[in-house]
C-alpha cells in the first residue's frame, strides 16, 4: 500500500456545511456526504465571478455532486448533477441562525471521513422542516439533546438513575446523569429543579423521529427552560460549543 492515499472519483450525496475562502481564486467547502461522512472539498477558481458550479456551492445548498475522494486531506469537488437550495433558511435571519448552529454541532461531534448516513438523513430532514417553517428552536434542541451521545454524554432519559421508577414526577441529576424520581430528589441537593413540561420534552427530544413530526406545540416558558438546560448540559458535560451559538444568544435576548 502506498503512503500516498489516491483520490478515487465518487458520485456523493452532499449537505454544504460551511465554505472557507483558501488561497486568493479557491475555496474550502466542507461537505456532510451521505455515502463517506464528512468531507473538506478543494474547489479551484470557486472566488471567480464567473465560477461554472456557482450554484452549487452557495450557503444552505444540497444535491449530488462529484468529485475525486481522498481519505485524508483535501477532496476535489468537479461538478454536480442535481441540487437544490433551503430558500426559506437563506432568506431568514433567525433560520439562518439556527440551522447554520445545528450544522456546526454535527461538525464538532463527528470527525471527517466517518460515515453517518443516519445523520445525513436527520439533517436533510431537519433543514427542510427549518426551511418550511416548523419551529428552528425545537428542531435545534432536537439535534441538541440527539447529539449528546456523539459527545460521549448519555443521560438516562427513560427512568429513575436510582430506582428506575417511570411513574412519579421526575427532575435532572448531572450527578446521576440522567433523570431522579421525586422519592430520590433529596440524594442530590444540585438537582436542577425543572418543571414537569420541561421534563417531558426533554424525553420527548430524545427518542423523537424527525421524519415523523408533524406538530409540536412549545409555550414561550417551556421553550425558556428547554435552552436554559440544554445550555447547562453543554457548557458542563459538553464542554464544547460553536462559535455559531452566540448568534442564537443574541437573537434570543431581541425577543425578550
Ligand atoms: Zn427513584
Redesign the pocket.
Known amino acids: 500500500m502506498s503512503a500516498l492515499a489516491k483520490a478515487k472519483p465518487a458520485e456523493f450525496h452532499g449537505i454544504l456545511l460551511y465554505t472557507k475562502a483558501y488561497r486568493e481564486r479557491d475555496l474550502l467547502i466542507k461537505f456532510l456526504t451521505r455515502e463517506f461522512g464528512k468531507k473538506m472539498f478543494l474547489v479551484h477558481g470557486a472566488k471567480r465571478p464567473k465560477f461554472r458550479m456557482r450554484a452549487a456551492i452557495l450557503p444552505f445548498t444540497y444535491g449530488t455532486y462529484f468529485g475525486d475522494l481522498k481519505a485524508d486531506g483535501l477532496s476535489y469537488l468537479n461538478n454536480y448533477k442535481g441540487i437544490d437550495h433551503f430558500q426559506g433558511i437563506t432568506a431568514d435571519i433567525t433560520k439562518n441562525a439556527y440551522a447554520t448552529y445545528v450544522m456546526a454541532l454535527l461538525d464538532l461531534a463527528f470527525e471527517d471521513g466517518i460515515r453517518i448516513p443516519k445523520w445525513y438523513d436527520q439533517l436533510l430532514t431537519g433543514l427542510k422542516l427549518i426551511d418550511e417553517g416548523f419551529d428552528e428552536a425545537i428542531i435545534t434542541n432536537i439535534f441538541e439533546i440527539q447529539l449528546l451521545a456523539a459527545f460521549g454524554v448519555e443521560p438516562n432519559w427513560v427512568d429513575?438513575s436510582?430506582?428506575h421508577?417511570r411513574d412519579l414526577p421526575f427532575d435532572y441529576s448531572e450527578a446521576y446523569g440522567g433523570l431522579?424520581?421525586q422519592?430520590?430528589f433529596d440524594r442530590d441537593p444540585y438537582r436542577l429543579h425543572l418543571d414537569q413540561k420541561t421534563i417531558y420534552f426533554l424525553r420527548l427530544f430524545s427518542v423523537v423521529d424527525l421524519t415523523k413530526l408533524t406538530h409540536i406545540k412549545v409555550s414561550q416558558a417551556t421553550k425558556k427552560s428547554l435552552r436554559r438546560v440544554i445550555d447547562q448540559l453543554y457548557t458542563r458535560s459538553v464542554g464544547v460549543i460553536p462559535k455559531s451559538k452566540r448568534f442564537i444568544d443574541q437573537l434570543d435576548k431581541f425577543k425578550l
Open positions: 429513575c436510582i430506582c421508577r431522579i424520581c422519592n430520590h
